[in-house]
């Protein structure tokens, strides 16, 4: 599983073009391990993202959209991604979401620490993400992987984790 990364309990699997074109297509007969409800509205979003990024400025990997498998059973349960490759002052955003059946596990939480321990080795000088005023939850996933409350707008929460000094 060459380019994953890998947690305690996860894979965190790049997706290639090909693979994001199947997800977007709901094609179960790939050969992967998907979770009943998965994939879910957000990770087809994710995925078209994805492959909107490759068609107008080329594949953006390693900063693409992940799939979240779980280690043991190898089924995938949810994404994780990068909005983009890092702009100009190194900053990303990021986004993820897990199925109804294992939320509440910590699988967020350790994907998003996942992601943020890899964008920080690769030179990542900030990683931004944003929530719904009443997602809870979510608040919670990027408070307990270090990310701070930087705005609120009455709609959207706004979180960051920063790491000065860090050049790309």
């Known amino acids: 599983m060459s380019g994953d990364l ?6 965190l699997h790049p997706l290639s073009p090909p693979e994001a074109v199947r997800l977007v297509a709901g094609d179960r ?3 992967t391990h998907w979770a009943p409800s998965y994939p879910d509205e957000g990770d087809v979003s994710g995925a078209t993202r994805f492959l909107t990024t490759c068609a107008t400025l080329g594949d953006p990997r390693p900063f693409g959209t992940y799939e979240i498998r779980v280690k043991e059973t190898g089924q995938a349960v949810g994404g994780v991604d990068f909005h983009g490759p890092p702009d100009e002052s190194g900053a990303v955003t990021i986004g993820y979401g897990l199925v109804p059946e294992v939320r509440g596990m910590g699988y967020a939480s350790e994907a998003l620490r996942g992601l943020l321990l890899f964008a920080r080795a690769g030179g990542v000088t900030s990683v931004r993400g944003d929530t719904d005023h009443d997602n809870t939850g979510s608040q919670h996933v990027m408070t307990a992987a270090g990310m701070r409350l930087i705005a609120d707008d009455g709609r959207l929460k706004f979180y960051e984790i920063a790491w000065p000094g860090r050049e790309m």
Request: proline share 0%.
């Open 29 to 31: 007969t790939s050969g």
């Open 6 to 11: 890998v947690t305690e309990r996860l894979l």
